[in-house]
């Protein structure tokens, strides 16, 4: 398979902070449509490996491509146009507007030209909204002021907002960390019906749920891959076992 025929292909890729190896000549090729979770201790590199995939960290060496453009040495602001959204831990909504109104400043097309809550409500925007609405489980919802949204509705929010810009790939720092057990099965059926047609990576620390969601699981242990696989076949390997029950 030639590299562009995967959503995103790194190779050796390395970042230092001072004298520290963070991240060190890391393979990591992720699949179109593919659910990949990246799990491993802490201090591991999971969030930097992010953060230097969206532009926030810059490489010390070595190539991160999302389909056929190289993303290092990339800005920020460029790499989110190119298809990659992230989410982080803490949601970014905005509280005071509705659920509708969060959505339909997120359309690629509203913020740019006119300012934040600023749009035209044009019909490809009501049609957006409402698919991303139901895929988040807030349709009963869009008129309701998002300061009033549970802590896990506020998640799937900001996971909507990510969606209205149809991202290629996207990724997620712990999505369903503080979240009731029914919201993380639901979260999971979100990720399972968002990686149909995009890559998504997600960082968890909750294994049960890793169980539920991943395809793949690529274990970080000191900026390095030290396995990879299918969560059993990982849980198993003895080198996995080592590190986790080391800390
Ligand atoms: P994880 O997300 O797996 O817990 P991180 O990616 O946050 O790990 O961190 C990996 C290592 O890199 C940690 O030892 C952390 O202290 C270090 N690190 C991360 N960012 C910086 C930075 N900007 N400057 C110096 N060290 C950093």
Known sequence: KRPTEFTLYIEDL???????TAVDKLNLYVDRN???????PNGAGKTTLLDLICGRTKATSGSIRFKDIELTGMSEHRIVR????????TPSIYESLSVRENLEVSFPRGRSVFGAIAFRRTRDVVERVEQVAEDIFLSEMLDRSAELLSHGQKQWLEIGMLLMQEPELMM???????????????????LNRISRNRSVIVIEHDM??????????????????????P???VQADPRVVEVYLGH
């Open 14 to 20: 390395t970042v230092k902070f001072g004298g520290f």
């Open 34 to 40: 593919e659910l990949r979770v990246v799990i491993g």
């Open 82 to 89: 190119a298809g990659v959204g992230r989410k982080f831990q």
């Open 172 to 190: 997620l720092d712990e999505p369903v960390a503080g979240m009731s057990v029914s919201e993380r099965e639901k979260t999971a059926e979100l």
């Open 208 to 229: 049960e749920f890793v169980k539920h969601i991943a395809h793949k699981v690529t274990v970080l242990h000191q900026g390095k891959v030290l396995a990879e696989g």
């Open 231 to 233: 969560m059993d076949k």
